[in-house]
């Protein structure tokens, strides 16, 4: 979906849409002015489900923000567990992001895993800027360049995971997850794993 109050950029995606068509052409009159158009256009389906989803949206969203609160209370005094909250303003919660302090990520993926909780996929499981096409001149664009350190972005990347997070889960489903994250630190702690301080 794109939103735009600019004239321009609205008529360009209107005709990139339509295969680049012109969309002043009327339906009988198929003119191309577009070297860059595509079948853009929404499928009945598709757009059905997002009229629903508009629908629901802000029920939905609220419906997060009360499960982020669940897992903050949830892992609350557990030092391998640090759920990142947004400080102000409203945020949707895409993603419950957990960063992780000492605990071993795949370790923890695995040991939830056997005991039916499936994490979902990192934000970024490696920087960008250490992906292939940027560190190693994968594109001319940046040929010859070394690659940028990025301590902080690393870091974040390695350290943290992310519990399931939907607006179907209950209370007592997060609770669970909250659980087995903790039978995990004392799991991996037994095994001789240590915490970062």
Known sequence: MITTANEDLYQACREIKNFGADPSGGSSRFTC??????????????????????????????????LIQEYVRGLAGCAAYRVIQQRGGSC????????????????????????????????YHRGVHSMQV?????????????????????TACANHACPPLYPELSSQDVQRVCAVMREAVASFQRRGGTLSH
């Open 33 to 66: 002015i577009r070297a860059d158009g595509t079948n853009g256009r929404v499928p009945e389906l598709s757009a059905a489900l997002g009229l629903l989803e508009c629908g629901r949206v802000q029920q939905r969203i609220v419906r997060r923000q009360e």
């Open 92 to 123: 949707s919660y895409y993603k419950c992001i957990v960063l992780l302090n000492g605990i071993d990520r795949d370790f923890l993926r695995d040991f939830s895993k056997s005991r039916g909780i499936s994490f979902t996929g990192e934000v």
């Open 134 to 154: 940027f560190s190693d001149g994968g594109q001319k664009a940046t040929a010859g360049r070394q690659p940028q350190k990025m301590p902080d972005t690393e």
